[in-house]
Every structure is written in structure tokens, then in C-alpha cells.
């Protein structure tokens, strides 16, 4: 799978939009950029996913740029709930492949 | 969204003995799961990947004796931690993948080990 790089944190107010930054520039055309999120101490949650189409669900929305070497997580309405660690992590859907994670980036959401 | 439920959530053992984590599917079969470890402040490390009725297929550096993995249904897989001692005190978090190849994980099970 390809690797990802994220800044290591960042920080919002509550009721604002948080936009969490990824580069994946070695992205090949069979893999998803997929987003998970870790609040502290527990298993990772499922946020969104997309190939090249720009996604929304109830929880946030997902930019993949045209050429697909990076991508935007957007929480349009950060809250406290929100402060956690998230992924950004390419891989082929569908496969047998693994999930690796990098570091992700540690979101801190302050009142 | 899928359930992947992990039992215990958390155990405290002393050193020198075998604990058992269980992970299951709850609504939905299961043909692979993933095990992770997660150290303090810092990232999952995938340990292994488990196919329903064969051998566990183990990551570079990781025992495949101390950390035994068995996948005997399509809703449950175990690892078992032989023999445990301190520094195996981690926070061990499994993954299960559905029919459609999406990945749903459990809330994760604390493990000390005194």
C-alpha cells in the first residue's frame, strides 16, 4: 500500500470547520484514501472513504485533489468529541490487503 | 455499521501466564481479521492476519509461538498471549474484513501484565 504523510497535530475551535491535510503522492489508481479515527483508548472507527469523486457523509466530507496525491478531511462543525487521532491510509478496496497505519494526526479540539 | 466486539476489554495477569482475547463478528461473517498492538502514544502495529480455517500469517518480528492466533469460525478469532510478561502490557485491537472488503474494529482489549 502506499504511504501517507500528515502534519503530526492540529488544533480547532469548537463549531468550526477542522481540514485535516494528507499527502499520498505515490497513490496508485486502484487505491482508496480512506479515514479512521482514534479517540483515546479505543479501537479505531471507520470516518469515510473515496478514489477520486469528492465524498460527504454524516460525519464529514472528504477533497481528493484531480491528481489524487492528496486529500482533505473536512469536519465541518468540530466539537469536543472530535479531539482524536486520525488516519489517513490508502489501499486497494476490496482486496486481501492490509491496513497499516502511519502516525496519523492528533486533532485537539478546544472550546 | 458493523459490530467486531472484543471480550475482554481489559485483563490484568500476572507474569508468567497465558491470556486469551477474543474477537468477534456479530453481524456479519468474517473470512479475515487483522490483530493489532498498540503501545502507548503511538501507532497500531499490525501483528498478524488470520484466515478462517488456516495458519495465521504473522508480521515480520512478531512470534508466531508466543502470539497464537486461532480463526476456527467465521465470526471468531482468538489470540492467545503465551507465557506473558511485562512488555507484553499493550492495548491489542483486532480488525475484521466483510464479504465486501471493509474493515470493522473492536473497541480493543487493555492488556498489564505484573
Known amino acids: 500500500d502506499a504511504k501517507t504523510t500528515q502534519p503530526p497535530s492540529m488544533d480547532c475551535a469548537e463549531g468550526r470547520a477542522a481540514n485535516l491535510p494528507c499527502n499520498h503522492s505515490?497513490?496508485?489508481?486502484?487505491?482508496?484514501v480512506y479515514w479512521y479515527r482514534q479517540i483515546h483508548s479505543q479501537g479505531p472507527q471507520y470516518i469515510i472513504h473515496?478514489?477520486?469523486n469528492n465524498e460527504t457523509n454524516e460525519m464529514a466530507s472528504l477533497i481528493i485533489t484531480e491528481d489524487r496525491k492528496s486529500s482533505t478531511l473536512i469536519l465541518p462543525h468540530a466539537t469536543l468529541r472530535d479531539t482524536a487521532v486520525y488516519y489517513c491510509?490508502?489501499?486497494?478496496?476490496?482486496?486481501?490487503?492490509?491496513?497499516?497505519f502511519g502516525k496519523g494526526i492528533t486533532l485537539s479540539v478546544r472550546p | 455499521g458493523a459490530v467486531v466486539s472484543q471480550h475482554p476489554s481489559w485483563v490484568i495477569c500476572k507474569s508468567g501466564t497465558s491470556v486469551k482475547i477474543e474477537c468477534r463478528s456479530l453481524?456479519?461473517?468474517?473470512?479475515?481479521m487483522f490483530w493489532y498492538r498498540q503501545f502507548p502514544k503511538q501507532s497500531l502495529m499490525l501483528m498478524a492476519t488470520?484466515?478462517?480455517?488456516?495458519?495465521?500469517?504473522?508480521e515480520q518480528g512478531v512470534e508466531k509461538d508466543k502470539f497464537l492466533i486461532n480463526h476456527a469460525s467465521l465470526t471468531l478469532s482468538t489470540l492467545t498471549v503465551t507465557s506473558a510478561h511485562p512488555e507484553d502490557s499493550s492495548f491489542y485491537i483486532c480488525?475484521?474484513?466483510?464479504?465486501?472488503?471493509?474493515?470493522?474494529f473492536g473497541e480493543g482489549s487493555r492488556l498489564t501484565v505484573l
Open positions: 480488525s475484521a474484513r466483510d464479504r465486501n472488503g471493509e474493515l470493522f
Open positions: 505515490t497513490i496508485s489508481g486502484n487505491e482508496y
Open positions: 473515496g478514489l477520486k
Open positions: 491510509i490508502v489501499r486497494v478496496h476490496g482486496a486481501n490487503s492490509k491496513l497499516t
Open positions: 453481524d456479519f461473517q468474517a473470512t479475515t
Open positions: 488470520s484466515n478462517e480455517g488456516s495458519k495465521a500469517t504473522y
